[in-house]
């Protein structure tokens, strides 16, 4: 499984039955990312919603 069917699989969960550990999961998949993307670990992060199609994109923010 690569990080965009993992991410998606998240946001298609119930809230009700997260866990206590969803900032560490989070953490981890963010992380996932990084690598998957080979982004340098100090890079910021630009997240912007896209509320038509449901979903979360993640860019680096050029302008920092």
Known sequence: MNFFDS???FLE???D???VNDL???METLNTL???MMWPVDAP???R???ENNR???ELDEDS
């Open 7 to 9: 991410l998606n699989e």
């Open 13 to 15: 969960e119930d809230p």
């Open 17 to 19: 039955e997260k866990s």
């Open 24 to 26: 560490w999961e989070d």
């Open 34 to 36: 990084y690598e998957e």
């Open 45 to 47: 992060l630009k997240m």
């Open 49 to 51: 919603a896209d509320f």
């Open 56 to 58: 979360i994109i993640i």
